[in-house]
């Protein structure tokens, strides 16, 4: 089996950051997003990644090279052309072996070796509150009937969760150039999603697996929502002397904090120095330094400095200040 993830977007939610670094790449919970994704496909046991890349692709791509001891390949998306499109071109890639696709910008908790040993096609899915913002399936028993992108009037809140496992590669292969052959888009982008549909039309058999965890990485709110999830679930235990840490957080050992404040919910990457600082729910990047800073909900980019901003005052009796 070969593992697919698609990492070619520009990750626009997420800027300033990916004006620097591409998406995949940005940490979460001690390190980039991809590590967690390769760090699941390492457990699983599949040896071989293709990487469909296009913004800033070298450096996912050395990223994967120099950290892991996977078989790594990658294809160049240089139009962004929809999901369907990218995994299209990892064809040449992967013959006729069966795949794993795993969107770049998701993490997953839960029984994914639990997925992969239902045999034949499977798809992540997970009841979500707004439908009309993924792809859907309906479902009878655990066998999925049909698939919608995005719809606009949901037959199910069933979501496509960005994890698949397609034994027939080759059918899928087929069904996504039926699709860019006859220009066939939906909401201006080559699906998976229609594709997939068309297979089941064809009869093929795809089940239905509903997973627990399903993280998203790709806008500020979500990255920092996602932090706090594995987190907790790694739950380490820190202690920087001098300091006063509320777990669960992420320090790196480079990392230096003095006379602050730090968690619940901080991951600070290496090189970083927090001082006289209060941080709570925040991601802060290598090199960067935070010092006589309040911080909440904040992502500090690598190499950023935050000063200053406890206030002084002088206020007289029976004064109210209110600064939300
Ligand atoms: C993609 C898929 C969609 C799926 C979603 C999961 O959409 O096209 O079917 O539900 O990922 O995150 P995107 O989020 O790229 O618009």
Redesign the pocket.
Known sequence: MKAIIPVAGEGTRLRPHTHTTPKPLLRVAGKPILGHILDDIVQLGIGEVVLIVGYRGSEIVDYVRSNYDLKVSFAEQTERLG?GHAVFLSREHVGDHPIFIM?G??IFRGDLKGMLSTGGNVIGVKRVEDPR????VEIENDRIVSLV??PDSPKSNL????VYVIRDSSSLFDALQELITSGERTKGEF???DALNRMINRGAEIRAFEVEGWY?C?KPETLLETNRVLLEIYSPKTEVAGNIIIDPVHIAEDAEVFSSIVGPHVSIAGGSVVRKSIVRNSIIGENAIVEDALLESSLIGDNAVVRGMFKRLNVGDSSEIDFS
């Open positions: 999901l969107l910008d998701t913002r993924f792809g859907i992108e995005k979501a496509v969760a960005g699906q998976l999603t998203d790709g």
